[in-house]
């Protein structure tokens, strides 16, 4: 049974960092491009950014608008993934979900449950 | 950036069928393949991939959830509506990056 788990989130105050982690099973990591996509509360999904498979080097894309502030990062080791947020901001208050893609499509076929982020003094 | 637009509440009589608009402001088909899916969201839970390219049911999905359309104008059907379909209902595009959500439309019972 594929499963995404989420953790490391809470409060942080704006300008602080955070890294989040998505524990991944029941699947072969390797051969997966895994994402993080946050939500705000009542809002429609964002994608912040993808890693690639061991096919593909591993190799990262963003999305612009967290380019330069968000690192995305895995250890096939140990079937983990990483988000690495900087210099965070009131906005990016959300739940934060990793998600498995297989097709090469760009959709997601696996979500983990999320983990809350909120940025606030 | 692709925007998806879709309305944000449709009201059905649990039995009847629901049929949820999402219009993309420029084309997300590529040749044979129509870049758009949808995703079923019920609070407190994250989304649930129902549809991919259009009209293709993901795995374990009841079959009364069908996916059409082609260019900007994407439907997704619920057919019969059943308590459990309850939720909102999420397009995303993915033929060009960044992939991009539709807001939402929440499905509620009249």
């Known amino acids: 049974e594929v499963k995404l788990l989420e953790s490391g989130g809470g409060l942080v105050q704006p300008g602080g960092s955070m890294r989040l982690s998505c524990a991944a099973s029941?699947?072969?990591?390797?051969?997966?491009?895994m994402y993080w996509i946050r939500q705000p509360a009542g809002k429609a999904p964002e994608w912040l950014g993808f890693?690639?498979?061991?096919?593909?080097?591993?190799?990262?894309e963003y999305n612009p608008s967290v380019k330069g502030r968000f690192t995305i990062s895995r250890d096939n080791t140990q079937n983990m993934l990483y988000l690495q947020m900087n210099t965070l901001r009131a906005e990016d208050t959300a739940t934060y979900y990793c998600?498995?893609?297989?097709?090469?499509?760009?959709?997601?076929?696996?979500w983990g449950p999320g983990t809350m982020v909120t940025v606030s003094s | 950036d692709i925007v998806l637009t879709q309305s944000p509440a449709l009201a059905v009589s649990l039995g009847q069928r629901a049929t949820i608009s999402c219009r993309a402001s420029q084309s997300v088909s590529i040749s044979r393949y129509n870049l758009m899916h949808w995703y079923q969201q019920k609070p407190g839970q994250q989304p649930k991939l129902l549809i991919y390219?259009?009209?293709n049911l993901a795995s374990g999905i009841p079959a009364r959830f069908s996916g059409s359309g082609s260019g900007t104008d994407f439907t997704l059907t619920i057919n019969p509506v059943q308590a459990d379909d309850i939720a909102t209902y999420y397009c995303q595009q993915s033929r060009e990056s960044p992939p991009t959500f539709g807001g939402g439309t929440k499905l509620e019972l009249k």
């Open positions: 029941g699947f072969t990591f390797t051969d997966f491009y």
């Open positions: 998600a498995r893609e297989d097709s090469g499509y760009w959709y997601f076929d696996f």
């Open positions: 390219r259009a009209s």
């Open positions: 890693i690639r498979n061991k096919a593909n080097g591993y190799t990262t």
